[in-house]
């Protein structure tokens, strides 16, 4: 899975790559289009793209309650707990990919052995917008030896949240 914003020319110079890769045999290429701008959407069909469209937050389900679910997935994710494969709709390609390479080799070794008890939780969210259907989160996560803070990207494409940063702090 890639992303790429169509919204400058550069970004198009890239999806063109991609849709070469594609075309050889590679994964299939995901074009975000920040405008309603039918060129930029042209363009990114005639390259074998998929076109995804930003939403309004008006359109968007609650962030808070959103990011909480996320934040409680990715521990889950982190402890072996819950298989990656699970956040595959709900992240970008870094992010899941950086998910996959980080925690999917532990998971399955743990899950082979026995049941895995998560004891982390997600014990408050803060959460700032600096733009139309942009949400930036901080979670506090506490239940391990001390409490650790989470804090994700989320951005509103085709009328739901995706998370395009996860980073533990």
Do not use: F, K, N
């Amino acid at each position: 899975l890639y992303l790429c914003d169509t919204g400058s020319h550069a970004a198009l110079g890239v999806l063109r790559q991609l849709a070469a890769r594609r075309r050889a045999g590679g994964m299939p290429v995901i074009a975000l289009c920040r405008s309603d701008s039918p060129g930029a959407i042209s363009q990114a069909l005639a390259v074998g793209g998929i076109v995804l469209t930003a939403t309004g937050r008006d359109a968007l389900p609650d962030p808070r309650a959103w990011a909480a679910r996320l934040g409680q997935a990715v521990v889950e994710v982190c402890s072996a707990g819950r298989p990656v494969t699970q956040l595959v709709r709900w992240t970008s390609g870094p992010v899941y990919d950086e998910l996959l390479d980080r925690y999917a080799p532990r998971a399955r070794q743990r899950l082979a052995r026995r049941r895995v008890v998560v004891d982390e939780r997600v014990r408050s969210v803060h959460l700032c917008e600096p733009a139309d259907g942009v949400v930036e989160a901080s979670l506090v996560i506490a239940g391990g030896p001390r409490p650790r803070g989470l804090a994700l990207r989320l951005e509103g494409w085709d009328g739901r949240w995706l998370c395009t940063v996860c980073e533990w702090l």
